[in-house]
């Protein structure tokens, strides 16, 4: 994690993390004990069960940009797979992240995006919906059908008018299988952003020499919000899921 901080210090402003390495809880501190960054400071979402259920994700906001304001909510979510976070910057109205983890309660429960997400009310402005998804459909990954999961975040992401951030069918997870002797690919690291937020999106990019010094099997992507000029032009071609074609 820290390797992936120290490459992330001179390029990011908002670093979001799933399955960080947390420590055991510090009573005398009354928080976690991990692995930081001067570069950055921490936010991570509440334990469970006495603190013996560790936050799944975490976020890493950049203390050289003090006009940034990165709020976690918990009055929306506070649970440690999911962390809503209400994000401003001068140029840059108020947006909300939802930052997640999708993986089974506990290891045995329910999904994330079951449990959580899908009977919730999203943001239908300036909002961005990003995490490990450990999903599968067509929308993002033309190789593979839909799970469970897939359908339930597409046709959420769809009902919301969300657009995938993603260049579609881009790997962001490699794992070499040895049995096998191959290397299985897939794309598991979404984001999708309501369509206001989407036109100030530019530049997705899989990082992929950068992953490298992180020792992860998952790649960091990146890509940038824009403030203070003007909006990208949509383009007709934005990666909405056709439904139309959908089986």
């Given at each position: ?11 990011a ?9 947390v ?8 928080s ?10 921490c ?19 950049t203390?050289?940009?003090?006009n940034?304001?990165v ?67 067509p929308?993002?990954?033309s ?22 951030v993603?260049?579609?069918d ?6 070499f ?18 369509g ?15 992953t ?36």
């Open positions: 994690m820290h390797s992936c901080l120290e490459t992330a210090r001179e390029t402003d908002i670093v979001l993390i799933q399955e960080p390495r420590g055991s809880w510090d009573m005398e501190q009354g976690y004990m991990m692995v930081g960054h001067g570069s950055f400071k936010i991570l979402p509440p334990g469970h069960n006495n603190n013996q259920l560790k936050p799944r994700v975490a976020t890493f906001v203390t050289s940009f003090p940034l304001r709020t976690i909510r918990p009055d929306i979510f506070d649970d440690p797979y999911l962390q809503t976070l209400e994000v401003s910057a001068p140029g840059v109205p108020t947006f909300y992240v939802y930052h997640i983890y999708n993986e089974q309660y506990g290891g045995e429960g329910q999904w994330t995006l079951q449990r959580l997400l899908q009977n919730h009310a999203l943001p239908t402005t300036r909002c961005l919906v990003i995490g490990d998804m450990n999903a599968h459909h929308w993002w990954n190789k593979r059908k839909a799970d469970s999961n897939g359908d339930m975040l597409a046709t959420k992401m769809e009902e919301g008018n969300f657009y995938l993603n260049e579609p881009a790997p962001t997870y490699f794992q299988r040895l049995a096998e002797d191959t290397l299985y690919e897939s794309v598991l690291d979404l984001a999708f952003a309501t206001d937020l989407y036109d100030w999106i530019s530049n997705w990019a899989i990082c992929a020499g950068d490298e010094a992180t020792g992860s099997d998952h790649k960091m992507c990146r890509f940038e919000i824009l403030h203070d000029g003007t909006a990208t032009v949509p383009s007709p071609t934005a990666p909405r899921y056709n439904w139309k074609k959908a089986d």
